[in-house]
């Protein structure tokens, strides 16, 4: 039919047709509705329901990564838990008991650095407050933001168990950590090491290399000269060696030379061919040593690039290793004690002649490669340089100044150069060296390697009381193939490192790159430090022999300690209740009680053993008797250095195997521009700006619809785009609850093979989604997911069986045929079909409009989100049939686009007014009558005609039938009812 209007002389057959009903409204009003509908879930317990539908199913466990209590709810945030509930939802839509219990992570910096700030502001200091007290208020604050974050969640439409979330600072989860930790002590798996680690001087702590992130920087670079004073190479004596450096401020902490032993090294003199005193601190006749390679850019450093200024003269070439035993002196060592030691050259693989001056001063208290390399040379560090950035008071140069992170400290006219210079060791110096630099992702602020005594894992010790994996050769057969036996065995040994990469090895990751980028950090990763200076987290619960320096480890002891910190938390560890811990057996004078806490990546690391494990949450209970691993870990890419690896190698460390058997990850949403989103470009989304104005089915529409596994963008435009998408999606449920008013059992088809072609393909194609949608579930793929739904409501729906059957479902009904033809009543039946799948498909998506729609056609049959992945009527499929079919859909294609210009020309009003006259020999038509393929075209007459070439339209001369408006040869003039309106309405 279409929508013109019968002359005033035809009967108005209006009242005859079926024309759909619904009260579901073409507008959503989502921000709206959406409230109503979750207070709804919340008032009758829709997760209570949900868990006592599947109990006793097969289990499916995502443990939930907690997001930190800081803040309010950002567009990571958003996309992480819409994904995760995407996850849950399917895996309960397949049947599966597929609980989901939210977590946060509640200790550690960022909330500390929060409350200090307020403290601040106040002009208070915080170390003049009780730790109990600072600590009850770094509690009070992470519970705000649990509480606030929780609704924010909640509005999103994220199902789970909200009553009952898991914090990490609630007491039992506190004692389970320190559990945890006392495990690694029980097991040697602990050790007390001043080494350098990441330290931020504004935050007075050391950091993990999680809490790093890299901007690029202009630092002061400078050359600086070391004379020789004793070597092998006579020729050496008296010489300088160059250094360069882009710390100036370690230079106070000098302690040694290293150079490369397979490098060459050119000995210079200079030769000044101008007046005293423009030659800075090069010295007419001095000597000075460079690797051969960076002799030019040596020299560009130094501006002397003109012969007519200096000329150089190459005195001799020597070989890495003849600098053995060579002993050279700091540029300050007039000052004496410390600076008059002599600095040994010590050979190091490390060094290399790709920038500075091919030989590198080593500061062992600032140096990975520095500490090692003095470590096995004797040299010690010696702790100058302060938490706060400052060297010590007593140091003899520089003594209380600083912060070393301060550009102006470093810069050519700051203390460090201005003193060396005057001292004739600096060369060189400007302010112009670009480079990527580390930096506190909290505080934003510069951070430096610092030498100070801290907790560690180790990584490469062997792990006693793990079961060394048999032969991988072994593996092989025993486990079905899933392990190559061309790989190195990486569990040989059971380090925890070899460990690690063997959980690695057998766990699923999505995309498959994730195992790559995780197995690369954990395969060069140094040992895991566990301690920081700070108060807000759970404390590193050890007592130290202070005569030998070994820490307790006592079964009874580590009891009562748990169970204190399980009572009254954190604050249970202190030094009143030292005694009561230690018990009879041991005196606390004797020991040191250890007051640094965790770093909060072994806290979040943990969660694995209090959710999984504790009980607390009877539906994460395996009650197959399968291990505690989760099925699947959900978070950001950033999280292979983060809570990714930490609950490896906490579950590793503890019972040798990952906590998880498969991890997913995505990426980060950028701006409409592919830009990163920052607050100083002003180019934020706010997620609960968002649901405010468009919904939160539309946000979960837009996130499962981008690629997540790659860095995506959201915008203005492309919301627009997701929002015309959902009024698509939202209009094929309309027109659905519209034609199936009234449907009922007696009007069902049940035999699929009597059913009309038409029907039959598209129940085809409905089992082909459907096949589809599961895999994309199994694989995680939801934007596939997503767009094949869509696809397949606009497409195969909306734009071609709707518009097809449009005619039939209107006028396919009468006085004569009450429960309407046998092809509407098939229409009808497969419509149901649709129905039934397309809710649930589209339930995990659009959780609110999907109840919105069921609720319309079944409002007292409980929630949507109680239903199970549909089952489809089961018939032949005819592959010759589909594939007719198809072409017909094709060939359907060119005859719309064929009388689209007699359209604009207004020949035609309509496609019903166009008759079609192609060729018979097509094998598509040869099968089909003439009025099927009217219908399928929505067309007048066709014409096949014998060796016609190509599609002609002509403008119809049959008459238009009053009822249907179709055009028929049958109908003798327009207004007179075609052969089925006039038998649907008037009884033989």
Not at 239 to 266: C, D, K, M, R, S
Not at 429 to 434: G, I, L, M, N, R
Not at 515 to 542: C, F
Not at 874 to 903: H, W, Y
Request: hydrophobic content about 35%.
């Amino acid at each position: 039919m279409t929508d013109s209007t019968p002359t005033a002389e035809q009967r108005d057959y209006r009242d005859t047709v079926f024309l759909p009903k619904t009260d579901f409204p073409m507008k959503a009003g989502l921000p709206q509705k959406e409230p109503l509908i979750l207070a709804k879930w919340l008032e009758g317990n829709l997760e209570g329901q949900i868990r006592e539908n599947r109990k006793g199913r097969d289990q499916f466990i995502l443990h939930d990564g907690p997001p930190y209590a800081n803040g309010d709810m950002h567009i990571g945030h958003a996309l992480n838990h819409i994904l995760k509930d995407m996850v849950v939802r399917t895996q309960t839509l397949k049947g599966k008991d597929a609980p989901y219990v939210p977590g946060w992570d509640c200790h550690g910096l960022p909330i500390e650095w929060k409350v200090e700030e307020q403290y601040r502001k106040k002009k208070l200091n915080k170390d003049e407050v009780p730790v109990e007290e600072f600590r009850a208020e770094c509690r009070a604050y992470a519970q705000h933001w649990v509480d606030t974050q929780r609704e924010q969640l909640k509005r999103l439409g994220i199902g789970g168990d909200w009553d009952h979330p898991y914090l990490t600072m609630d007491y039992e989860a506190e004692a389970t950590i320190v559990r945890e930790l006392l495990k690694f002590a029980a097991n040697d798996m602990l050790y007390r090491g001043a080494k350098p680690v990441m330290w931020s001087p504004v935050e007075k702590t050391a950091l993990a290399e999680a809490e790093i992130e890299y901007e690029d920087i202009v630092s002061t670079q400078i050359d600086v000269a070391f004379e020789i004073v004793e070597s092998p190479v006579p020729e050496l004596v008296g010489a300088h060696a160059v250094i360069w450096t882009t710390t100036p401020w370690t230079i106070p902490v000098n302690q040694a030379l290293a150079y490369g032993p397979e490098v060459e090294y050119t000995l210079l003199q200079v030769v000044v061919n101008y007046e005293e005193g423009a030659t800075g601190n090069l010295a007419e006749g001095g000597k000075y040593l460079v690797a051969s390679a960076l002799l030019d850019s040596f020299k560009n450093r130094l501006q002397l690039q003109s012969p007519d200024l200096f000329d150089w003269i190459e005195l001799k070439t020597i070989k890495g290793s003849d600098l053995a035993g060579t002993i050279a002196r700091h540029p300050m060592h007039a000052l004496g004690g410390f600076f008059a030691r002599p600095r040994p050259f010590l050979p190091g693989d490390f060094v290399t002649t790709d920038s500075g001056t091919g030989l590198v001063h080593m500061s062992p208290d600032h140096g990975e490669d520095d500490f090692d390399l003095c470590k096995a040379n004797g040299i010690d560090p010696v702790f100058a340089v302060e938490g706060d950035g400052k060297y010590r008071e007593d140091w003899g140069w520089l003594g209380g100044q600083g912060s070393v992170i301060n550009p102006k400290f470093n810069a050519p006219d700051g203390p460090i150069c201005t003193d060396l210079r005057e001292a004739g060791g600096l060369l060189a110096a400007s302010a112009d060296y670009k480079h990527s630099y580390p930096h506190s992702w909290r505080s934003k602020a510069k951070v430096i390697y610092r030498c100070t005594p801290q907790w560690f894992v180790p990584m490469d010790k062997v792990m006693t009381h793990i079961e060394p994996k048999a032969p991988r050769e072994q593996r092989w057969e025993s486990e079905g193939g899933a392990i190559n036996p061309a790989e190195e065995d990486l569990c040989a040994a059971p380090t925890l490192r070899q460990a690690a990469m063997h959980a690695i090895d057998r766990t699923r990751f999505v995309p498959e790159k994730g195992r790559n980028r995780i197995g690369s950090m954990v395969k060069d990763r140094p040992d895991w430090v566990l301690s920081r200076q700070r108060a807000w987290g759970v404390p590193i619960t050890l007592f130290v022999d202070r005569k030998t320096g070994q820490y307790l480890n006592d079964p009874l002891v580590n009891d009562r300690i748990v169970n204190a910190v399980k009572e009254g938390g954190v604050d249970a560890w202190n030094d009143a209740r030292a005694q009561e811990y230690l018990g009879d057996s041991y005196n606390a004078a004797d020991y040191e009680r250890i007051t640094d806490i965790l770093d909060v990546w072994f806290d979040s690391g943990c969660t694995h053993a209090f959710v999984l494990e504790s009980g607390k949450w009877p539906a994460l209970v395996r009650h197959d008797g399968g291990t505690h691993s989760a099925d699947l870990y959900l978070e950001g890419s950033d999280q292979h250095r983060g809570w990714f690896q930490s609950s490896l190698l906490e579950s590793c460390g503890t019972r040798g195997q990952a906590p998880y058997k498969a991890v997913l990850t995505h990426g980060f949403t950028m701006d409409s521009k592919g830009l990163k989103m920052s607050k100083s470009l002003g180019n934020t989304i706010s997620p609960i700006d968002l649901m405010r104005d468009y919904g939160a089915d539309i946000l979960r529409l837009w996130a499962l619809s981008v690629d997540f596994t790659e860095d995506h963008r959201i915008g203005k435009e492309i919301l627009a785009g997701v929002a015309d998408q959902y009024r698509k999606l939202r209009n094929t449920f309309r027109y659905l609850l519209g034609a199936l008013e009234g449907f009922s059992d007696e009007e069902r088809v049940t035999d699929v093979s009597a059913m009309p072609e038409l029907e039959r393909y598209m129940l085809s194609l409905l089992a082909d989604l459907d096949a589809k949608l599961a895999q994309a579930v199994d694989d995680f793929d939801f934007n596939s997911y997503t767009r094949l739904l869509a696809d397949f409501c606009n497409e195969d729906l909306s734009a071609f069986y709707f518009d097809i059957r449009k005619d039939s479902l209107y006028c396919d009904i009468g006085p004569a045929a009450p429960l309407g033809t046998d092809k509407r009543r098939a229409y009808r039946t497969v419509l149901d079909t649709l129905f039934h799948a397309l809710i649930r498909y589209a339930a995990p998506v659009l959780v609110f409009t999907s109840e919105e729609v069921w609720g319309t056609r079944y409002p007292d049959e409980g929630s949507v989100h109680l239903l199970e992945w549909p089952e489809l009527p089961a018939f032949e499929r005819d592959k010759a049939m589909v594939i007719r079919n198809t072409e017909l859909r094709a060939l359907r294609g060119q005859v719309t686009e064929a009388i689209e210009p007699l359209r604009r020309d207004k020949q035609v009003r309509s496609s019903l007014e166009a008759e079609i006259t192609m060729s018979d020999l097509d094998v598509i038509l040869r099968d089909l009558d003439r009025d099927h393929l009217a219908e399928t075209f929505i067309s007048g007459t066709v014409h096949l005609v014998p060796g016609h070439e190509g599609i002609t339209i002509t403008p119809t001369t049959d008459h238009k039938c009053g009822r249907c408006w179709r055009h028929l040869p049958e109908v003798t003039e327009d207004g007179n009812l075609c052969n089925r309106c006039e038998t649907v309405l008037n009884p033989a």
